[in-house]
């Protein structure tokens, strides 16, 4: 006779090995994905970082700039990326990375907007300071994702290095690439352009984000019978 409580009792443990295996590879995969839309996210840190260097004569011919005011425009992007370098980080500690990031890259995505059809000096510079103090929470996000990240804990240095070369692919999009559209479109429609990027960045965010609540909310539940 077949022994209907060994064999429930059989059933009930492999699907939670089951179950269990699924949840852990969907858990990488989310890893995986947040880290991604974070690098991307830092690979526009560095394109708006260089990108004004390819049109600064179009700035400054529009804005009546000297060199020393096409400079200062150029450089408030540092100023508001290393001020909330540290409120960036308070935040990533206490609400993680994927909630950081996906309001960053919407405030990103509407500094940059802003930039790029802004008719008066003072929004310039308001947007630029934006863009800097936003896209700033890129390279702690990874820092973050990579020292508390499981997936990450066998190989935190090499993926960290893996970020930074990615990270300064930004950099030549924001140089050659850029000054090509620029000659077509001229630079602030090139800009408007740019500037759906962060936005779709933070999208899929949201969606990592969503997808991470659900598992969570699961894993308690199981947890919890």
Known sequence: FIDCTALQHWHTAHW???????????RVCLSWLTWSCATLFFVYAFFQRTAPSVFVDDLSHEFHLS???AGALASSYFY????LQIP???????FSPLPVL????????????LFAVAKHLYLIFFARLLIGGSVGAGWLSILKITNTDVTFRHHKTGITGI??????GGGVLGQGPLA??????GWRLSMALVS?????????IALVWRRKTVLDRTKSLDDST
């Open 16 to 26: 939670d090995i089951l179950v269990s295996n699924m949840s852990s590879g969907s």
């Open 67 to 69: 060199g020393a005011g």
């Open 80 to 83: 508001s990326y290393a001020i």
């Open 88 to 94: 960036l980080g308070v935040l990533l500690d206490k």
């Open 102 to 113: 996906c309001v960053a890259g919407i405030v990103a995505a509407a500094s940059s907007l």
């Open 163 to 168: 970020s930074m070369l990615i990270g300064l």
């Open 180 to 185: 090509y559209l620029i000659a077509i479109h």
């Open 196 to 204: 759906v990027v962060p936005l779709l960045i933070s999208i899929s």
